[in-house]
């Protein structure tokens, strides 16, 4: 990010902002200091609060960035994901996108857990039927 970012003619603490902003949407820090970060991380987060058919088309077009992945190595990292977001005591850092959204996102995330865990199955017997018909050759 930061080798990207200084293509653009900026001085230097604007370059560390936008490249902290950056990584803090890797959602891998439950809690920041800075009001600004927890903003964008909320922002980033927005979309697990729409409305459910719109949250699945979004999740449609992230299992669409991983079609390179072996689908069930995308199901096994999307469900431990999921799994960490609803392990939080909040997902939302700011009290406005909490009262806003942490209800739906919570729903939303645990429907969602629950149709990745069935695809997991569904994946897992068809492994496992492929295996023995090729064992059976």
């Known amino acids: ?3 990207a970012l200084s293509e653009f003619d900026l001085c230097g ?5 936008i490249y902290d902003m950056i990584l ?17 991380c909320d922002i980033d987060l ?9 949250f699945r088309i979004a999740s449609e077009a992230i299992a669409d960035e991983f079609a390179s992945f072996p ?9 431990k994901w999921i799994e960490s977001m609803l392990s ?6 700011t009290i406005f996108f909490r009262r ?8 939303n ?5 629950k149709e990745m865990r069935e695809m997991q199955v569904k994946s897992i017997k068809v492994h496992a039927e492929a295996k023995e018909q090729s064992n059976a050759v």
Do not use: V, W
């Not at 803090?24 to 964008?40: K, V």
């Open 24 to 40: 803090a949407t890797r959602h891998t820090t439950q809690f920041y200091d800075n009001e600004m970060l927890s903003l964008i």
């Open 88 to 93: 939080r005591p909040k997902i939302y850092r």
């Open 71 to 79: 689908k069930n190595e995308y199901i096994s990292g999307r469900i």
């Open 100 to 107: 806003q959204c942490e209800e739906n996102a919570r729903k």
């Open 109 to 113: 995330l645990e429907t969602h857990l």
């Open 1 to 3: 990010a930061i080798c």
């Open 13 to 17: 603490s604007y370059l560390g902002d």
């Open 46 to 54: 927005k979309g697990l609060a729409k409305p459910y058919d719109q």
